[in-house]
C-alpha cells in the first residue's frame, strides 16, 4: 500500500484544513487507516484513526469534537477535517495504513504516506 497526503498549509487560529490521504493498492478496505501527527521536536503522536468500513473511529482527546475522520473505499481516500484549529495543533501530518487491527502504538502501523505541514497562527 503506497499513501499520499495532502491538503496541509497555512491557516489561522479558529480556521478550517481537510487533509486527504490517496491509497494504491489492492485491499485498501481491508486497512485500518489512520492519521498522526509530529510536532518539532516532540514525538510522533496518535490523531485519529478510522475501521475498514467506517463504523468505528478513535481519536486522541485534545482533537474530540474538533476533528473527524472519514474514508470512502471506493476512491481508496482517508480524510480529516479539522475545525477549530489551534496553534498546538501545528505539526506534520502523516496518514498510515494498518492491516486487521486498531491500534494507536505508531510503530505498530505498517504503512505511512510522506507527511503534509499544517501550520496555526495565533
Known amino acids: 500500500v503506497q499513501l499520499q497526503a495532502s491538503g496541509g498549509g497555512l491557516v489561522q487560529a479558529g480556521g478550517s484544513l481537510r487533509l486527504s490521504c490517496a491509497a494504491s493498492?489492492?485491499?485498501?478496505?481491508?486497512?485500518?487507516m489512520g492519521w498522526f501527527r509530529q510536532a518539532p521536536g516532540k514525538e510522533r503522536e496518535f490523531v485519529a484513526a478510522i475501521s475498514w468500513a467506517g463504523g468505528n473511529t478513535y481519536s486522541t482527546d485534545s482533537v474530540k469534537g474538533r476533528f473527524t475522520i472519514s474514508r470512502d473505499n471506493a476512491k481508496n481516500t482517508v480524510y480529516l477535517q479539522m475545525n477549530s484549529l489551534k496553534p498546538e495543533d501545528t505539526a506534520v501530518y502523516y496518514c498510515?495504513?494498518?492491516?486487521?487491527?486498531?491500534?494507536?502504538?505508531?510503530?505498530?502501523?505498517?504503512?505511512w504516506g510522506q507527511g503534509t505541514l499544517v501550520t496555526v497562527s495565533s
Open positions: 498510515a495504513a494498518k492491516y486487521q487491527y486498531y491500534s494507536s502504538t505508531y510503530s505498530l502501523w505498517d504503512y
Open positions: 493498492g489492492r485491499r485498501f478496505s481491508s486497512y485500518y
